[in-house]
T-cell receptor
Framework: QQQVKQSPQSLIVQKGGISIINCAYE??????FPWYQQFPGKGPALLIA???DVSEKKEGRFTISFNKSAKQFSLHIMDSQPGDSATYFC???????????WGAGTKLIIKP | EPEVTQTPSHQVTQMGQEVILRCVPI?????FYWYRQILGQKVEFLVS????????KSEIFDDQFSVERPDGSNFTLKIRSTKLEDSAMYFC???????????FGPGTRLTVL
């Protein structure tokens, strides 16, 4: 079964610090790796995404690092702010049918 | 900015009852999805729908579940005879093409008593 494993389950970071969330996947049948941000009571919203032919993608304070050989990718949030406090999900999209396979989520709390 | 909407925001039902969850996808989108998130757990794919047909479904999407696009704007998920374990947040999503970003609605919290 295709799996995406996400860690840590929860993370507390001081304001201004760097938040790092990691994901690993189990096979190479994926063509797109998005990160979603979810606030309480809301649906997931796409934050940033990367394709496997790129090793890094940066959008503002958010960066995805992608290691194809290790089948790992991570989200870095620089200068973390209290407004970044949310649950973050990594996902991998199946090449064959575009179905999203989700990680378990990381609850991020940024302390002021 | 166009968005996916869902109603109701919270539905409470008795075990064995039928529920219909409603979604209005973004108007020019052609691909529609339902996902489920049991409290504190990961988001799980249920079904995708295109051209008035189910294109993919997961093992969760058994005979108790059905989807329908009854008119040009709504997309519904029906659970025929709810079980306690159906209690979850149900998210609808839509995309313009299969390869495009999926936009999610705010979800319906289903509580089965």
């Amino acid at each position: 079964q295709q799996q995406v494993k996400q860690s840590p389950q929860s993370l507390i970071v001081q304001k201004g610090g760097i938040s790092i969330i990691n994901c690993a996947y189990e096979n190479t049948a994926f063509d797109y790796f998005p990160w979603y941000q979810q606030f309480p009571g809301k649906g997931p919203a796409l934050l940033i995404a990367i394709r496997p032919d790129v090793s890094e993608k940066k959008e503002g304070r958010f960066t995805i690092s992608f290691n194809k050989s290790a089948k790992q990718f991570s989200l870095h949030i620089m200068d973390s702010q209290p407004g970044d406090s949310a649950t973050y999900f990594c996902a991998a999209r199946r090449r064959s049918n575009y179905q999203l396979i989700w990680g378990a989520g990381t609850k991020l709390i940024i302390k002021p | 900015e166009p968005e996916v909407t869902q109603t109701p925001s919270h539905q409470v039902t008795q075990m064995g009852q039928e529920v219909i969850l409603r979604c209005v996808p973004i108007s020019n989108h052609l691909y529609f999805y339902w996902y489920r998130q049991i409290l504190g757990q990961k988001v799980e794919f249920l079904v995708s729908f295109y051209n008035n047909e189910i294109s993919e479904k997961s093992e969760i999407f058994d005979d108790q579940f059905s989807v329908e696009r009854p008119d040009g704007s709504n997309f519904t998920l029906k659970i025929r005879s709810t079980k306690l374990e159906d209690s979850a947040m149900y998210f609808c999503a839509s995309s313009a093409r299969a390869v495009d970003e999926q936009f999610f609605g705010p979800g319906t919290r289903l509580t089965v008593l």
